[in-house]
Structures are given as structure tokens and as C-alpha cells.
């Protein structure tokens, strides 16, 4: 710690009761009261130094004893007994922890060089360029500057401090004199090797980045925002000060859901304290943590972020900050996680278990912070194409998915604020429905009260077409899901099983075509001789045989899912009445139509696959032509 030594005479000042006596052998002709100390002293000595008291002394008449009062004197009876040395020559020490409150005593009392050559204005305004001059000496003043307002800050006292700590904290840490804070615990030696081979141990740590950040915690509100802004100024990174800003926060803020450190005795070093006690100050703590961090995207990560909107609630921070934070979440809200995002509800209705609304607006914000990176002139089809730019899309809808289903159970969720929350998410965002399908089958199932139209109204969120396998085959037997949509269900599942036929028949029929033109030939004797490929047909043909008995199986389960429908829900009259499809059953009775499928026929009555006949003539194989007497009406 830095230390300047002034004075040369010996202490003379003695204290009896809250009275300060000069032992000069002189008695006391001037009596200064500090708050409750008072101080017998003589009026040449302070004349001398100081303006100010020079010109209360002269207002009293010769005869009458003097009496000042000095209760609004920077840094109190302790401060001024030290001016009262520096008056009578006596020595003393200024050091980081007294500089701030004597320079401003000094100034107070008008100690400049009219009243002395090397007064005390000039003698602290030494010393402290000597203190800006080392991180720890500056630090420990600027926390002194508290106990001298406004004073200080008329003196750009704590502005030079901050701007000094500033400068330091965006130097490389290697250039510091002070490169490590000494606030934390025990420091693990580090071992150093001298000239001679002799090894010495030093408890100071290799420097880091973050070597301030713990320093800087210590500060006041006030300081902390100022040293912040100027860090800025300075051109420190955003990450940077995205960092000592969470480290800030976590030190004083309920951010768990638990009471800060600062109630449990963890700010008592140095003497620096918060003193934040009540809701109201954390709520301003809160506010002023929010307004400093950085606005630019994924600088501060979305977990922290969101952290801090579920305390705003807690605490009932204003609306602009949680509007601030809902945006900053929306920004980057494909970094969320489905646990972060179970945000109790706090409002005043409680309909719901967890607030809904708030992550409403905050997907709202992320969808139109992403359509307006978009190109507003691309169409659909080169949206769905272009997989790498839409990846924030596809996981936030895989989130949103996520956070439906598990809001679901929740039967006090209505269904407009459901169907709200799931048709935010653009359709090319959802590659499969399998997501939105299952939240809509769980909340189907917390809500069994929901009418047949209420139902189709929440199942026409999710394409059919887009269902996986699984989903499919959960679907097809959901007695939940409206009839209707069960029918779709099947229909595209039979669509797909016709495409995936056609397409294996036809590569099969290919394949076969051109080993019958073309023969393979390898040289034998100098000549080109053909031989037979008639194995390789068998395997192929036996290849085939075996796929089309296993769409067999699945048409017929697929036949007796749909006769067992039909029983239940009733005949297939009934059910296009219901729906308002008039149509005549004769005017399904079309002439056989070939498909491009060899191999697949379905007849009026059901579903029915024949295979390919095996009988092979000619190394050709014989197929039945396709055909179709019903078809399926477009639902």
C-alpha cells in the first residue's frame, strides 16, 4: 500500500473524553466542534493553513472566546484531527484509505498554496497520482470516495479513479502491477526458480482475463455502472463485459430462487457492502443489471438471461425490463432449453401453471427477428431447401414442440392459447409432425371434455403426411383422435406404400429388362463368349418375392384396422355423411386401370396384393398388371 510521510514534529494531541487537547503549553484560544468530538486548539496554526477557517476566526470580536462548528466537514472528527496535525507540523501518514477524504477536507477548507508552500491540497494531489499509478491503491480509494460525496465527485475524484481502473482492467493483464485480485482465498504457491538454482514460492497466480472481475464486485451500484460504461467507452469486448456483469449479478441477485450471498456475511471483505436489504432495492439491482448488458446476439448466453426474467418476476420489476429481457431471449431463443423455459406463473389470474404468455411473446420475437433476416423474395420451396439456414427455426420449433407437451397435462390451459402457441412455428420449420402430434395427443388426454369440432380444430396443426412410421402406426390406433383424421392417417400411409411398391417394382423390372437385352461377355479362346446370368435373375426375383410378402402383411393389418373402424364408428355411408362427402357408391365401380406397379392389385372389397408368379419363361418373368376399382376420396 502507498504511503507518504508528512511532518516532522512530535504528537502533541491527546484525547480526554470526546475532547482533543493540544499539549503545547499554550493555552487554547479556539474551540472547533466535529459532530460529537470538539478540539481544543490554538488560532495561529490554523490561520496559517487554511482560508476558510481564517475568515470564521476573524468574525468573532478578540475578547470573546471562539467557538466554530464544522459538522458538515468531509470525513468527520477523524478526518479533521488529521488536518489539525498537519497544521501544528506534526507527523502523520497519508495513505490510500485517508487521501480521499483529506483532499476533500482540503478543499473544504480552502488549504491551497496562497495560505503555505506545500499545503495539503497540493501534498494530496501528489499522493494520488502516486495511488492511480497501482489497481489495488486505486480500487481501495474509489471505495473511500463514498464517505466524501458529492465532494468527490466535484474533485473528478471517482471519475479518475474509475477511468484509471478502466484503463487497467482493458490493459493486458501482464502489464499490470497488480495482475491478480487478492479478495479471493488461499492461493496455491507458485514455485519460481532463481539464478543460483535456489527455488522461492509466490502466492501470486498466473495473470487471467478475469482477473478483476472480483474486485470489481465489491463496487457499489453507482461505481459498478459507471466503471461499466466506461469499460465500454474503452472498447472492451461485449463478451467481456457480458461476463463481469453476470458475475456481478450472480454475487447479489436471488437468481435461484434462494436469498443472495450478500445476507450470508459473503460481501464483508474490504468493509464494502450493498446494503441491499429489501425487494426494492434488488428490484433496482435487477433493472440496472438488465440496462447494462450488452445488446448485441448470443453475448450473454439465453440461460442466464432467462434466469433473470423469472427473478424480474419474482421481484416485480418494472415492464420495460422484462420487455428488454424478453427480447434479448427472443434474439437467441434456439439456445433455450425446455427446463429454463417452466416459468412459473406469476400473474395476477394464475390460470395457468406455468406462464404461457410470457413464452408466447418471447417465440414472437424470434420469428420475426428471423423472417426479417430472411429474403423476402425466396418461395417456399427454396426455404425448405436451404437446411443450414433454417437450423435455429427447426430447434426452436422442436423446443416449442417440447414446451407443448409438457404444458399439455395442464387442464386449466384453454384450447386458444394452446393452438396460439403451436401455429407460431412456420410449417417448413417442422420437417416431422411427430413433435406437435404428440403434445396434441397429451393434451387430448388431459382434456377429454373437448368437443368433435374442438378436436379437428386442434389436430389441423399437424400434417399428416409429415407423421413418422411410429407415429403413423400410434395414430392409426388413437381412439383420442377424431375419425377423420385417423382416415387421413391410413390414406397417406397407403399412398406411401404405393410409391415405395412402385418404386421397388420398377428398378426391379429395370434390372431384369437389362440382363435379358444385353448379355455379359468375357473373352474365352480370343472370342467373345456370353454367359448366362440366370443366378443372378433367381436372386433377384426371390429378392423381390420376399418384399412384396411383407407389404402383404402390413395391407392386410392396414385392411382390418379400417374393417374394425367401420364397425365401431359405423358404416362408410354414415361416416361420408358425416362428414358432408355425397357421393354414390356406383361411381366407384371403374374399369380395371393399369398403375405404373407390376405386381399390386387392390380390389373393390379390400386391399389385396398378388405377388409376381414365378414361373420364368425365356429368362423373363411374369407380372399381373395393377389394378384399381375404388379409390379413396380426397379428405
Known sequence: MACMKLGSKADVFLLDGHTWLCSTGLS?????????????????????????????????????KCV????????????????????????????????????????????????????????????????FGSWVDTFKALETCEDSLPLAEELHIVSRCIDRLATKACAEPILMSRPVSGRSGAQSPVSTV????????????????????????????PFFKRFILAVATKGMKPQKIAEVVMFYAKRYLPLNGRQSSFQNGDNRTHGSTLHITSDADQRTLLEEIVWLLPNQKRVTPTKFLLKLLR??????????????????????????????????????????????????????????????????????DQLVGDSHSFTPMKMVANL??????????????????????????????????????????IYLKAHPWLTDSERE??????????????????????????????????????????????????????????????????????????????????????????????????????????????KTKGSWDNFFNRFAVKFKTKSFDLKSVKMPCKGLEVKSKGLEVNRPRKAVSNGKQNHDTCKLDDQIPDL
Open 68 to 131: 466554530l462548528e464544522l459538522q458538515t466537514i468531509p470525513g468527520g472528527a477523524k478526518t479533521f484531527l488529521l488536518i489539525a496535525k498537519f497544521c501544528y507540523d506534526v507527523k502523520l501518514e497519508l495513505t490510500v484509505t485517508n487521501v480521499v477524504s483529506l483532499r476533500c477536507a482540503a478543499e473544504y477548507l480552502e488549504m491551497n498554496e496562497d495560505y503555505g508552500e506545500g499545503n495539503l491540497i497540493k501534498q494530496a494531489e501528489s499522493f494520488l497520482n502516486e495511488v
Open 457 to 566: 380444430q386442434l389436430c389441423r396443426i399437424m400434417n399428416c403426411q409429415k407423421l413418422s412410421l411410429e407415429a403413423s402406426t400410434h395414430a392409426a390406433q388413437n381412439e383420442r383422435l377424431p375419425l377423420r383424421v385417423i382416415v387421413q392417417v391410413l390414406f397417406f400411409e397407403q399412398l406411401r406404400l404405393r410409391t415405395s411398391v412402385s418404386g421397388w417394382l420398377f428398378v426391379s423390372d429395370n434390372l431384369e429388362n437389362s440382363q435379358n437385352l444385353s448379355e455379359n461377355l468375357v473373352p474365352r479362346d480370343d472370342c467373345m463368349v456370353p454367359v448366362s446370368s440366370g443366378g443372378e435373375q433367381i436372386d433377384t426375383v426371390n429378392d423381390m418375392n420376399g418384399r412384396v410378402s411383407e407389404l402383404e402383411k402390413e395391407c392386410l393389418n392396414m385392411k382390418q384396422e379400417i374393417e374394425k373402424l367401420v
Open 194 to 221: 532463481l539464478w543460483n538454482g535456489i527455488h522461492s514460492t509466490s502466492n501470486q497466480r498466473t495473470p487471467t482475463e478475469d482477473w478483476w472481475y472480483e474486485d470489481v464486485a465489491f463496487l457499489k451500484l
Open 311 to 380: 427473478t424480474s418476476m419474482i421481484l416485480q420489476a418494472s415492464t420495460s425490463c422484462r420487455e428488454n429481457l424478453e427480447r434479448k431471449i427472443g434474439a437467441q431463443f434456439d439456445q433455450a432449453v425446455l427446463e429454463d423455459l417452466l416459468i412459473p406463473n406469476m400473474g395476477y389470474s394464475m390460470e395457468t401453471l406455468y406462464d404461457i404468455d410470457c413464452v408466447q411473446r418471447i417465440v414472437d420475437h424470434f420469428v420475426l427477428m428471423d423472417q426479417d433476416t430472411l429474403n423476402p423474395l425466396a418461395n417456399e
Open 400 to 441: 416449442v414442440d417440447s414446451y407443448l407437451a409438457e404444458v399439455a397435462p395442464d387442464v386449466n390451459l384453454k384450447l386458444l392459447k394452446f393452438l396460439s402457441l403451436a401455429a407460431v412455428i412456420p410449417e417448413y420449420a417442422r420437417p416431422v409432425d411427430d413433435g406437435i402430434y404428440r403434445a396434441i395427443d
Open 28 to 64: 487554547s484560544d479556539v474551540c472547533i466542534e466535529v459532530g460529537e468530538k470538539s478540539f481544543r486548539l490554538h488560532k495561529f496554526p490554523l490561520l496559517s493553513r487554511s482560508r476558510f477557517l481564517e475568515k470564521l476566526i476573524r468574525e468573532f470580536p478578540e475578547n470573546e
